[in-house]
């Protein structure tokens, strides 16, 4: 079965600097997804992706972080300057469908370590 | 606003245990609710969903009623096993605005044999 894969599994990083994250969806799906959670903390929505642009956006994903389909395969998140709080797992998620019961599909997760 | 409240834990059973993991929540709109399960190493899998009031999602084993009146989707199981041991997450998707999910905290089980 098609899998979203995310790499690295782990990454640790000092503040202040610049992280990305990878992502490489299901092949035909079309919409595109970032999640966080930080330790013992719901999992947040970041971001949606479609059709080259972000159609969505919380009040989490400031003007640190970005997110771009570099190739047509892979989507990441850059994390400009990261910050202690940043340290959490960071889930990629993709859909094949506009329909709000189609169902995401998640990756593994990156777990960001910030020092 | 919309928001997802579910039983803290961790939780520990005993093999063949029945299971159950409270979710209540609170949405505009008329949501759908899902179950996802993370297994130790793995993504968010989606382990059940119900689209509407007195729909029930099930899948191995695991069941979920979507109770509109009392605003839940409680997942249960009859008989838990060693290999259900994972975090299990509520989620609610709203059909107006935001075409997002929106979780609980997760539920870690544990399942001793």
């Known amino acids: 079965e098609p899998e979203v894969t995310q790499t690295p599994s782990h990454q640790v990083t000092q503040m202040g600097q610049e992280v990305i994250l990878r992502c490489v969806p299901i092949?035909?799906?079309?919409?595109f997804y970032w999640y966080r959670q930080i330790l013992g903390q719901k999992v947040e929505f970041l971001v949606s992706f479609y059709n080259n642009e972000i159609s969505e956006k919380s009040e989490i994903f400031d003007d640190q972080f970005s997110v771009e389909r570099p190739d047509g395969s892979n989507f990441t998140l850059k994390i400009r300057s990261t910050k202690l709080e940043d340290s959490a797992m960071y889930f990629c998620?993709?859909?094949?469908?506009?329909?709000?019961?189609?169902?995401?599909?998640f990756g593994n997760g990156t777990r960001l370590t910030v020092t | 606003g919309n928001s997802v409240t579910q039983m803290e834990g961790p939780v520990t059973l005993s093999e063949e245990a029945f299971l159950t993991i409270n979710c209540t929540y609170t949405?505009?709109?008329?949501?759908?609710l899902f179950w996802y399960v993370q297994y130790p190493g793995e993504g968010l899998q989606l382990l059940l969903k119900?689209?509407?009031?007195?729909d029930k999602g099930s899948n191995k084993g695991f069941e979920a009623t979507y109770r509109k009146e009392t605003t839940s989707f409680h997942l249960e199981k009859g008989s838990v096993q060693v290999s259900d041991s994972a975090v299990y997450f509520c989620a609610l998707r709203v059909s107006t605005g935001a075409n997002n999910l929106f979780f609980g905290t997760g539920t870690r089980l544990t399942v001793i044999p």
């Open positions: 119900a689209t509407k009031a007195d």
């Open positions: 092949s035909n799906h079309l919409y």
């Open positions: 949405a505009t709109g008329y949501p759908s």
């Open positions: 998620a993709s859909k094949q469908e506009s329909s709000y019961n189609s169902p995401l599909h």
